[in-house]
DNA sequence: TAGATTGTTAATCGATTAACAATC
DNA sequence: TAGATTGTTAATCGATTAACAATC
């Protein structure tokens, strides 16, 4: 438990894995450093930061040498808890839904999609790859049982506002990640994050519209 | 064109709108007000924050009465260039590609998906929705032919190399809405919005590690 | 030792917030 | 007019950055 992480920092660290994630499969040598300035060629972000952002956790590096690839990759890990396998459902199994059933990074971060979850009579009892797909109905009392910690939303915007009354109400989870193209209101110990792709096309909108003027 | 605008306040933006959408659909009344307050409440934003960031872009509401849904959702579409139609294509025509074709809630935004493009026989030629897939060979020249300011890239992390290579080399896009779970290294004309789905749930482990405890 | 890069400091920059004058 | 809420200010808070002592 670390106290005043900024948030950015949250935001970087899966950057960084993801670099030395590649960075580790390129080289064969186990024993390989980089330092934070190839980083910052990397990520554009800068190598101050970088290293301010790895202080906060502890530290990594060796003076004068730089950082070992694979045991920052692992510190990184750690950090990120990865290395506990986790269990969630996707709420919804249309085409975003389904196409998360079907990611193929899931198993990279120790994640097991358990469940789906849908009202669709053509769905629900088929799997989706491995994964079997359940009636909305057994939802909160599946998620009691398992004793999931956060549920992936991907149901259509109509459908949000019950589900989520049930999940606030009726279930003990403490987090969603939110792909309905809607905000969500939530008692504040469970933490929503928003990955709905519209918003992130209006920003490109913002960003081209006032930088090619 | 503004100058200045914090980073935040441009996220923040597609939240508002958001919000308005919903707002002036269930309300018949056309001159219905509301404050900042109430935004306040339905997006855990401090309503402070709210009337800078409008205040950014200029003079939206009206002293001792707040803000009119219509007219306010007007002018954030106005802010987010919603009102121009956008042409944009998939790179990379897989499960989370297919998805963000057939993803309905784009026509809200004035966004056409014009092509996708995949190296799959099986899929190429196909139509998803109305959208034809063609043979990744032909990126280049549909990009500058159709003149296309940005691209949404859904490949598989190995495609991704050589693919970026031709886009930064070979065409004149200024965007890249990137899905897949590495970073890209681009000139600074061209802006890169990431959104791959492991970061959110990294991000999303790391929270509840550090509050549970 | 000389060279290099970390971890950390202190200064700068930017974003949030509460408060309130302006005004509908 | 009295009440309400905006738009804006100035203070506070937090994040970034350059610089450098520490040290491999």
Redesign the pocket.
């Known amino acids: 438990m670390y106290k005043?992480?900024?948030?950015?920092?949250i935001h970087?660290l899966p950057l960084y894995l993801s670099v030395l994630e590649q960075l580790a499969e390129e080289s064969q040598n186990q024993e390989e450093?980089?330092?934070?300035?190839?980083?910052e060629k990397l990520l554009n972000?800068?190598?101050?930061?970088i290293?301010?952002?790895?202080?906060y956790f502890?530290?990594?590096?060796?003076?004068?040498?730089?950082?070992n690839i694979v045991s920052l990759k692992t510190a990184l890990k750690e950090i990120l808890d990865i290395n506990v396998i986790k269990k969630t459902v996707i709420i919804g199994c249309g085409n975003i839904g389904t196409a998360i059933i079907k990611y193929p990074y899931f198993t990279k971060i120790n994640l097991e999609i358990v469940a789906g979850f849908d009202v669709d009579p053509k769905i629900i009892k088929q799997k989706i790859n491995q994964t079997p797909v359940y009636h909305i109905d057994r939802l909160v009392d599946f998620l009691n049982k398992e004793k999931i910690q956060f549920v992936i939303l991907a149901v259509p915007v109509h459908a949000s506002k019950f589900i989520l009354q049930d999940l606030i109400t009726k279930t003990d989870i403490h987090g969603i990640i939110n792909f309905t193209p809607i905000s969500l209101k939530v008692p504040k110990h469970i933490k929503v994050i928003n990955s709905y792709i519209s918003a992130k096309i209006l920003e490109m909108y913002f960003y081209l519209k006032n930088t090619n003027a």
């Open positions: 005043k992480i900024p948030k950015n920092t970087r450093f980089f330092h934070s300035v190839d980083l972000i800068k190598n101050s930061v290293r301010k952002d790895l202080s502890g530290e990594f590096g060796v003076k004068g040498k730089g950082y």
